[in-house]
């Protein structure tokens, strides 16, 4: 790792399990190198935009409960072999943080990760990956993946976002009314179309065939999703009854987040060349 800048300390709340800390005059940030993870982001002036456990376990392997992470290359359970892991290969690792500025306006990091054997014995494609974060008073993360097979390889995945809320009771999300959806709540399987805003009143669980910006607004502030390279917009909140199995997350905590993952899920899936390159990327924003 080369030298940080002075706005960044590199420290361990984990045995062997590196975090940036980011005090920055725009933001102050966690960034985890495994899984490339924005574990946190709080705009100078703000209250935290992110929710993040804080029963989350911090250890290689585990998937971190909250902030963003980043389901590769396939999103939710493996589309053929459900032994593989749910959310795909590239959460649970520890990625090379290959560049780190501060830019004045924002931070900005970048991380790399390839396939190696234990990937390919999971995934059978060669890749090259990068996450590119920017941190200051908007949070911008793209995945870019990289095909550096010899085959066409075909990928969905999803920017898994906890938005941090007040009290779930009061959130209104708009920007997918007229779209269509399917609603996996509950194990069930239904499909509709989005007459309104969405309130939240228990387990929710949506994918959106939807390309445009979602705006959150609870008792408090307003916060905008908007993204890029993304055919797929998921709206997930756990409720009570699967918040209690959860495990690393304390129980009243489904009241404090919504989930709202700019994505190409299955059925939106992408075909990415030999030598050929996607871009899926989100920017948050406050007003």
């Given at each position: 790792?080369?030298?940080?800048?002075?706005?960044?300390?590199?420290?361990?709340?984990?045995?062997?399990?590196?975090?940036?800390?980011?005090?920055?005059?725009?933001?102050?940030?966690?960034?985890?190198?495994?899984?490339?993870?924005?574990?946190?982001?709080?705009?100078?002036?703000?209250?935290?935009?992110?929710?993040?456990s804080p029963q989350a376990?911090?250890?290689?392997?585990?998937?971190i409960r909250g902030g963003i992470p980043i389901c590769w290359p396939w999103f939710g359970a493996h589309p053929t072999d459900p032994t593989k892991p749910a959310h795909g290969i590239v959460r649970t690792r520890f990625w090379r943080l290959t560049d780190s500025q501060?830019?004045?306006?924002?931070?900005e990091?970048?991380?790399?990760?390839?396939?190696?054997?234990?990937?390919?014995?999971i995934w059978g494609h060669d890749f090259?990956?990068?996450?590119?974060?920017?941190?200051?008073?908007?949070?911008?993360?793209?995945?870019?993946?990289?095909?550096?097979?010899?085959?066409?390889?075909?990928?969905?995945?999803?920017l898994h976002t906890y938005l941090a809320v007040d009290d779930i009771a009061n959130v209104?999300?708009?920007?997918?009314?007229?779209?269509?959806?399917?609603?996996?709540?509950?194990?069930?399987?239904?499909?509709?179309?989005?007459?309104?805003?969405i309130r939240i009143d228990g387990e929710y669980e949506r994918t959106y065939g939807s390309t445009a910006t979602v705006t959150l607004r609870d008792a408090t502030r307003t916060l905008h999703t908007h993204k890029h390279g993304?055919?797929?917009?998921?709206?997930?909140?756990?409720?009570?009854?699967?918040?209690?199995r959860?495990?690393?997350?304390?129980?009243?905590?489904?009241?404090?987040?919504?989930?709202?993952?700019?994505a190409n899920a299955p059925g939106a899936e992408v075909t990415v060349k030999p030598g050929g390159h996607h871009v899926l990327r989100t920017r948050i924003t406050v007003s």
């Open positions: 790792m080369n030298a940080l800048p002075a706005c960044i300390r590199l420290t361990h709340p984990a045995e062997d399990y590196p975090v940036l800390e980011i005090d920055h005059p725009t933001c102050r940030a966690r960034v985890a190198l495994h899984g490339a993870h924005v574990m946190e982001w709080q705009p100078a002036g703000h209250a935290p935009v992110l929710y993040c376990v911090l250890r290689e392997g585990k998937a501060d830019g004045g306006e924002s931070v990091l970048r991380f790399e990760l390839e396939s190696d054997d234990a990937t390919r014995a090259h990956v990068i996450v590119e974060i920017r941190l200051g008073a908007e949070l911008h993360l793209s995945l870019i993946s990289h095909n550096t097979g010899e085959t066409a390889l075909e990928e969905t995945g999803a209104e999300v708009t920007g997918l009314e007229g779209v269509a959806y399917l609603d996996t709540a509950a194990g069930q399987r239904s499909s509709g179309v989005e007459e309104g805003a993304s055919a797929s917009t998921i709206v997930w909140s756990p409720g009570v009854e699967k918040a209690a959860l495990g690393d997350m304390p129980l009243e905590d489904f009241r404090r987040f919504l989930c709202i993952e700019t």
